[in-house]
């Protein structure tokens, strides 16, 4: 299939914009599309087959309407993702669609969902007083639920932010960590303080936290607990025992929405324990009120070979029978 397309009125500028440096975007989209693409001057002839051309078509297209600015190998990366995924069907007898998007009130002016499945895993969570994400990295499971618990506070549907996680090493032995409390248990948590620091700022989360409107602490810390009017997010569920998940979702109380987050491919646990996320997914299935969201590597929102690593992986796994 032949397809043209004219970037009409546009000025050297937004044409450099749109093909790259040293033509490097229209490069990355002749590899991704499985396309020849040529250019003269503002006209685009596309040559491939039919489902790659209209894709490249389409990626094009868009590039062309972001062109009054510099675009980015990120921002091309993403259109790619996005015209590689297919429409989402309305959910729950009509859910909003990946056009209706959710708009959540951060910092960040520009946040939005990148794929169907990150669309749906926003309406889930703002739909469901309990929502589970799971899959693989860089899929946007935890930043999202911790977009969705600052927006709930801005908009004053809760009167504080719970964020937790188990402390689990991956994989190494740290040994003794020097420091009090708050220095020991920080390099587990710094994860959902990089997320609140770019949705809220660095002033901000200090003077929440100073006001008792953001809690972060290990999941240790919530035994004997009842959280109402919270938003409680557990992170690396993955690495809690099937006593520990069952300690957390016990803890939700009125007035609260819980967000589960984890990715079962990569359990810490000693061998021979049964992750507490695997085995909520089992005994939740059925349960009215509890959400699941499953990703895959096509949700996959970071630098490409992200990707590219996670499918290696899977692909092991599913060579080996799960052995690890």
Request: proline letters at 5%.
């Amino acid at each position: 299939m032949v397809l043209h397309h004219r970037f009409d009125n546009a000025s050297n500028a937004q044409l450099a914009h749109v093909c790259g440096e040293l033509d490097g975007h229209l490069r990355a989209l002749e590899q991704a599309c499985a396309v020849t693409l040529r250019r003269r001057h503002d006209e685009f002839r596309i040559e491939g087959p039919a489902a790659g051309a209209r894709r490249a078509l389409s990626v094009l297209q868009a590039l062309c309407a972001k062109a009054a600015a510099p675009i980015s190998a990120q921002d091309l990366e993403l259109l790619l993702l996005q015209s590689g995924q297919p429409a989402p069907a309305p959910q729950d007898g009509g859910a909003e669609t990946v056009e209706q998007a959710v708009h959540l009130h951060t910092r960040r002016k520009d946040l939005a969902a990148r794929t169907p499945n990150q669309q749906r895993y926003l309406e889930r969570i703002l739909a469901h007083d309990l929502s589970f994400g799971i899959g693989p990295a860089g899929t946007g499971k935890t930043y999202l639920a911790v977009a969705c618990a600052v927006d709930a506070l801005e908009r004053h549907q809760v009167q504080r932010i719970v964020l937790t996680r188990p402390a689990v090493e991956a994989g190494e032995r740290l040994g003794f960590l020097p420091g009090d409390l708050a220095q020991k248990v920080d390099p587990y948590l710094r994860p959902l303080f990089d997320a609140l620091f770019d949705l809220m700022g660095i002033e901000k989360v200090v003077k929440a936290q100073e006001k008792g409107l953001l809690e972060v602490a290990p999941l240790a810390f919530m035994r004997g607990r009842t959280l109402n009017h919270a938003f409680v997010i557990l992170d690396e569920a993955q690495n809690t025992t099937p006593e520990q998940m069952k300690m957390f979702l016990t803890r939700i109380g009125f007035g609260s929405r819980a967000v589960v987050t984890g990715d079962t491919s990569q359990i810490d646990l000693p061998r021979g324990i049964t992750s507490g996320l695997v085995d909520a997914q089992q005994v939740l299935a059925e349960v009215e009120g509890v959400a699941f969201t499953r990703f895959t590597r096509a949700d996959v929102v970071r630098h490409p070979l992200v990707g590219r690593i996670v499918e290696a992986y899977d692909t092991r796994v599913a060579q080996t029978g799960g052995r690890r």
